[in-house]
C-alpha cells in the first residue's frame, strides 16, 4: 500500500513511502481508506517530530475490505469512521487507552489501508460522504465530550468557544441545535461574520479585544454556563464563566505562548465552577455524536478537501490558520 509517513521534525519529513498491506486478524477489520481529516494535535507531531517513522493523521473513513476470524458485526463493502482510541469502546477514560491512539501511538490514517479493531468503528450516516464522516473522531467528539459528557448542555445555557476551528465549530453547531446560546471568540471579523450565521449570537475578535472575557459577559449579559477552553487561558475562561459554570479543558492551542497564570483556588471555590479535562473520547460518544447530528440535521463544516498527494499542503494549509471547521484529505 501507499502511506505517508512522517520520519522526523517539520512538514518536509512527511514522505509518501510504500508499505506491505496490513492483514486483519482476529477481531479487526481492514479499511481502505477513503477520507482522513487533519486536527491541530497533527500539526504538533509534526512540529515536534518523531524518533521512528509513523503513519499520521488519527481520523478517517473508509470501506471495510476484509473482515478477521470471529467478526460479525461488519462486511465488507460497509462504510465505517474509526474512533481516536482503538481500545476505548465506552465508559469512563483510562489513562491505557492513550496507547491506542491512531496516528500517534499507533500508525494512522493517512494510508490506503488500516487494519482496526471491529468495537472501535461507527457506520457512516446514510448520505454523508467519506470527507464528513473522516471530521468527526477528534474534533467531533471532542466537543461532544465537552458539552454533553460530565456536566450536560442545557438548553438556553450560554456556551463560548474559541476561534472558529474544528472542535470549536462542532462545538457551536452541537451547542445551538440544542438549544444553547453561543459566543465565539475569533482573530477574524470575516469568520466571525461566517459563524454568525452558524448560530452565533455574540462574536469577540481577540486580538482587536482582547478582554474578550469581558466583551462576552457584557454582550450576553450573562456569564457561561460552557467553556469550551481550547487555548490554554484558563483564568479568562474562569471569569467568564458563570457561577456554577463548566470548563472543559481541551487544548493549548497558545502553545508556549500561553502565559502562565495564578489561579487562586478560592476563584474556582466562590464560583462553583467545575473544571474537567477532556481527551476526545470513546467509540459510544462517537456514536451518539453521529446519532445527534443525523438528529438534529448538523452536517460537518469542511473548509477545504486536498487530494492524497497534496497532504503537505493540507498541513501548511492548516498551519496557516485561516480555515473555518475542517481541512480534509481525500485518499
Ligand atoms: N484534549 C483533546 O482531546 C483534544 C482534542 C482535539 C483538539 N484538542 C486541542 O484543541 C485545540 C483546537 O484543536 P483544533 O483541531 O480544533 O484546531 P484548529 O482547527 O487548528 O483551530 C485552531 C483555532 O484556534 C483559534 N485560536 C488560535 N489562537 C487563539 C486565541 N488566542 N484565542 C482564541 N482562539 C484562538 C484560531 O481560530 P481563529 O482563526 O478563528 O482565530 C484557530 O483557527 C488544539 O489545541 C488541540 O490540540 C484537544
Known amino acids: 500500500m501507499i502511506a505517508w509517513e512522517l520520519a522526523g521534525a517539520g512538514v518536509e519529513q512527511l514522505r509518501k513511502v510504500e508499505r506491505g498491506d496490513p492483514e486483519p486478524g482476529p477481531g ?10 487533519l486536527n491541530h494535535r497533527d500539526l504538533s507531531l509534526a512540529r515536534r517530530g518523531v524518533e ?43 489513562p491505557r487507552h492513550a496507547a491506542s491512539a491512531l496516528g500517534g501511538s499507533v500508525d494512522g490514517m493517512l494510508a490506503e489501508l488500516l487494519v482496526v479493531e471491529e468495537g472501535a468503528v461507527v457506520a457512516i450516516p446514510d448520505g454523508w460522504s467519506f470527507e464528513e464522516a473522516a471530521t468527526l473522531p477528534c474534533a467531533g467528539v471532542t466537543a461532544w465530550n465537552a458539552l454533553f459528557g460530565a456536566v450536560p448542555l442545557r438548553p438556553g445555557e450560554l456556551v463560548v ?20 446560546e453561543v459566543a465565539v471568540t475569533s482573530s477574524s471579523d470575516e469568520k466571525l461574520a461566517v459563524v454568525a ?10 486580538r482587536t479585544t482582547p478582554n474578550w472575557a469581558a466583551a462576552i459577559r457584557s454582550g450576553a449579559g450573562r456569564g457561561a454556563d460552557h467553556v469550551v477552553e481550547v487555548t490554554g487561558q484558563l483564568d479568562a475562561s474562569l471569569e467568564v464563566v458563570a457561577s456554577n459554570g463548566s470548563i472543559a479543558v481541551v487544548g ?15 476563584v474556582i471555590l466562590q464560583k462553583g465552577a467545575t473544571i474537567r479535562g477532556i481527551y476526545v473520547g470513546s467509540t459510544a460518544m462517537l456514536a451518539d455524536l453521529i446519532q445527534a447530528m443525523v438528529t438534529s440535521d448538523i452536517r460537518p463544516v469542511i473548509d477545504r478537501t486536498f487530494a492524497f498527494d497534496e497532504t503537505p499542503q493540507a498541513y501548511r494549509a492548516m498551519m496557516s490558520a485561516g480555515h473555518i471547521g475542517k481541512i480534509v484529505i481525500a485518499a
Open 28 to 37: 479487526q477489520i481492514l479499511v481502505r481508506v477513503r477520507a482522513v481529516s
Open 52 to 94: 521512528e517513522p509513523i503513519i499520521p493523521a488519527s481520523d478517517g473513513a473508509g470501506e471495510v475490505l476484509a473482515i478477521g476470524p470471529g467478526v460479525k458485526a461488519w462486511r465488507p463493502g460497509d462504510r465505517v469512521v474509526a474512533n481516536f482510541f482503538q481500545t476505548w469502546i465506552g465508559g469512563a477514560w483510562h
Open 161 to 180: 468557544v474559541q476561534g472558529t476551528g474544528g472542535v470549536s465549530v462542532f462545538a457551536l453547531q452541537l451547542a445551538a441545535a440544542a438549544g444553547a
Open 197 to 206: 450565521g452558524m448560530g452565533a449570537s455574540v462574536g469577540v475578535n481577540y
Open 252 to 266: 493549548t492551542t497558545l502553545g508556549t505562548e500561553a502565559p502562565v497564570v495564578e489561579i487562586h483556588p478560592g
